[in-house]
């Protein structure tokens, strides 16, 4: 991966040099960026990062109209845009991350699973940036490619992360899982949070992304240490996916797998954030075929089988959950899970 490329909003880049689009934006980039954008406060600064996963385009697409407005930021605004090369890549915005690369938002933590690959010297540019200046907040910008509405998630649920994820959305995931994000490596040092704006190339996600990015961006007080507006909560996530070594498909029915282990359901998605009771099928397993799923908690233990029960070839949930980023992807839920298993704690203000 190339090294980071320093860019200041007023001088190297303008809304001329951005142009029309997200794609032109990045074009003018030149590969993973920082831009400081200077605010009417000098004294203080927030941080927005975005395109950790190249086919989530919803943050590019906020921080681009943000910036073309001519808007000025109340205090100085740092933004991360990462994996600008493969976002660019023929058809734009296609793969979460580079052919044979690894997925940039899982590298940030000592002793991740890619502790020393591809991306490692940014990830410490980038910590020792936000460290020598620490910022009154951090928002990581994604999008999802199942249909869900926004959500945030904190590994931190303190009245800040609250107000921080209230400027976009009504709900979040409390999670204790560790997967080496961005978030997670800074959640410790000033407050962090994750912002799941909806579906990857709808309109509503990048409205949700722009809303709250301008508020982010113009206000002068954030109120992070006010109580914030009523969020619904939902804590313990369990990473659902798919074993190794295991073939997936998604279709209508056992007769759609095409000789896979596992046949999801094409429309399991639409169970996104509703509280699903026990029976509730998943998918199917093909006759003769080794258990195909592992719903791994915080603790790296596999409780699949205390969540999910194979009855007549079907796979059933044995107790009801609330299903999060369920997603219809066979590329995505192969890289990464099929979805999130959580469970409701209550309403927060």
């Known amino acids: 991966m190339r090294d980071l490329v320093d860019h200041t909003w007023g001088k ?12 032109s934006f990045l074009r003018a980039l030149g590969g993973p960026a920082w831009i400081e954008v200077p605010g009417r406060d000098r004294d203080r600064v927030r941080v927005v990062s975005t395109l ?7 943050g590019i697409r906020a921080l681009h109209r943000w910036l073309r407005s001519g808007a000025r930021p109340a205090v100085d605004l740092q933004l991360l845009v990462v994996a600008v090369e493969t976002a660019l890549e023929p058809p734009g915005f296609a793969r979460r991350f580079r052919s044979g690369g690894v997925d940039l ?11 020393g690959a591809e991306g490692a010297a940014l990830v410490a540019e980038v910590l020792a940036r936000l460290r020598a200046r ?10 999802n490619t199942g249909q869900n509405p926004p959500y945030g998630v904190t590994f931190r649920l303190g009245v800040p992360e609250r107000n921080l994820i209230a400027g976009y959305a009504r709900r979040v995931i409390h999670t204790p899982l ?42 002068d007080d954030l109120a992070l240490d006010r109580t914030p507006e009523l969020l619904d909560v939902v804590v313990d996530p369990v990473r659902v996916c798919v ?35 026990a029976g509730t099928t998943i998918g199917w397993l093909a006759s003769g075929s080794d258990w195909p799923i592992e719903a791994l908690g915080a603790g790296g233990e596999d409780r699949s089988f205390e969540l999910f029960a194979a009855v007549d070839g079907r796979i059933e949930t044995r107790r009801e959950m609330i ?3 369920m997603t219809t992807h066979r590329e995505n839920a192969l890289a990464d899970c099929l979805f999130y298993a959580a469970w409701p704690e209550r309403r927060l203000g």
């Open 12 to 23: 190297d880049l303008d809304a001329d040099a951005i142009g029309p689009d997200a794609e």
């Open 243 to 277: 074993r190794e070594g295991s073939s997936l498909e998604f279709g209508d029915g056992p007769e759609d797998g095409r000789g896979a282990a596992l046949v999801v359901s094409r429309e399991i998605d639409r169970h996104n954030f509703e509280l699903v009771p």
């Open 52 to 58: 950790l996963h190249a086919n989530e385009p919803s």
């Open 134 to 143: 620490p910022p009154e907040c951090l928002i990581d910008l994604h999008n």
């Open 323 to 325: 299903p999060v980023m």
């Open 105 to 115: 938002n899982r590298i940030w933590c000592p002793g991740g699973e890619s502790e």
């Open 178 to 219: 560790e997967l080496g994000t961005i978030v997670e490596a800074t959640c410790n040092d000033f407050p962090s949070v994750t912002v799941e704006c909806g579906r990857a190339g709808d309109p509503r996600a990048d409205e949700v992304a722009f809303v709250g990015t301008r508020r982010l961006a113009e206000s």
